[in-house]
């Protein structure tokens, strides 16, 4: 597997200008074998499809009408790879997600609190000992 980076011209607006372009070489013996059957997260089999694309010589606009992706996804996917390997491009980066609302002690006095006998008008009229007769101190 081989990937170069290539600066090249990109017409921007009726003038030329430089861009970056990325080469992607794929040894696409894993990656068929990965279309072709076995159980994968839909987003890895788009970025297979993604550089099988690129390693046949096809422009980012074409894989990303065929694969139904977005260009940017179709970019970011070919410079994972460039820069770093198959693996890097065909997984997923971590994300970082939300904050916890609650922490660990909160979370157990909420459930606690939660799980208490309700109190309404009645156990407040019915005395502390919730209405229960009790012995006569």
């Not at 977005?70 to 070919?78: D, E, I, L, P, Q």
Request: net charge positive.
């Amino acid at each position: 597997m081989k990937a170069r980076y290539w600066p090249c011209l990109g017409v921007n607006s009726a003038r030329a200008t430089p861009s970056t372009c990325f080469i992607v070489v794929v040894g696409s013996g894993e990656l068929t074998a990965m279309l072709g059957g076995g159980s994968h997260p839909a987003r890895k089999l788009k970025r297979a499809q993604i550089l099988l694309a690129a390693d046949a010589g096809v422009g980012d606009e074409a894989i990303a009408a065929s694969v139904c992706v977005g260009g940017s996804t179709v970019y970011r996917t070919k410079r994972r790879f460039v820069e770093g390997n198959l693996n890097l491009a065909l997984s997923e980066a971590a994300r970082p997600g939300a904050a916890r609302k609650l922490s660990g002690r909160e979370a157990a006095l909420l459930v606690a609190t939660a799980s208490l006998p309700a109190c309404g008008p009645q156990a407040l009229d019915a005395g502390p000992a919730g209405g229960r007769a009790g012995p006569a101190h």
